[in-house]
């Protein structure tokens, strides 16, 4: 574990949390696309083109492109034996809504007259469900 002063904390602002969000920026030199920065210099602070300095402002992300960074997995230093080819570690990851709509907007599609259907239960009149509007 690297103490977030100490020279590898202040050098890797993206293994401070594990997830970061913020606004995507296209420019001449490109974009936002690597956490730690474009290059990774051999520094004793975090360079500008890093996610640490993309958070810094005030800006909204309403309205916005964003992207998202995860720090999850082996984030280490690499040993001798990681050179010349770094080890791979596969990881998944789902993201699922949550109440993302009010109801089931599904639900309120008619169905198609099919002869040969039965009801599987009689219609409870007291059900008062609601459609989705």
């Known amino acids: 574990m690297t103490a977030h002063d100490g020279w590898v904390g202040r050098r890797a602002t993206f293994a401070k949390k594990p997830v970061w969000v913020c606004r995507d920026v296209e420019g001449v030199k490109g974009g936002r696309m690597w956490a730690a920065g474009n290059y990774v210099p051999q520094t004793k602070q975090a360079p500008e083109d890093s996610i ?3 958070v810094k402002g005030e800006e909204s992300i309403e ?4 992207l998202v960074f995860l720090t999850i997995g082996a984030t280490h230093i690499p040993r001798p034996e990681d050179w010349p ?3 791979v570690e596969h990881i998944n990851i789902n993201f699922k809504p949550v109440s993302f709509f009010a109801c089931n907007p599904s639900m309120d599609v008619p169905g198609v007259h099919d002869p040969t259907s039965v009801l599987a239960f009689t219609p409870d009149p007291s059900n008062r469900n609601q459609p989705c509007h």
């Open 85 to 87: 080819v770094m080890p």
């Open 52 to 54: 640490g300095e993309w």
């Open 63 to 66: 309205d916005e492109d964003l």
